[in-house]
């Protein structure tokens, strides 16, 4: 499990499951459950990246990434959700 730095919201991606849901959310996209534990990790890191460089909220910053991973899914995974991020509109 990846810890919360200062910078980064208290969300609920940052319970004592960690990032159990964004993982679960990358199998819902057909990710190979091998793949999405470092998948997560890679997100999420991106995520503090983006919010560090941006401004912006990690929860946005990671509703973005997560949105770009849908879009680069088959159409099944449409209705992918996160619990605790909001879809991000482009």
Not at 6 to 22: E, F, I, K, V, Y
Not at 24 to 45: E, K, T
Not at 62 to 71: N, S, W
């Amino acid at each position: 499990m990846v810890d919360p730095s200062p910078n980064r919201s208290s969300g609920p991606l940052h319970t004592p499951t960690g990032l159990a849901p964004l993982e679960q959310a990358l199998r819902d996209l057909g990710i190979p459950a091998d793949r999405c534990g470092l998948m997560a990790s890679q997100l999420d890191r991106r995520a503090v990246q983006l919010a560090q460089r941006k401004g912006r909220p990690y929860d946005e910053a990671l509703a973005h990434l997560v949105g770009l991973m849908r879009q680069g899914s088959t159409s099944d995974a449409r209705n992918l959700e996160v619990p605790g991020v909001q879809p991000h509109s482009s």
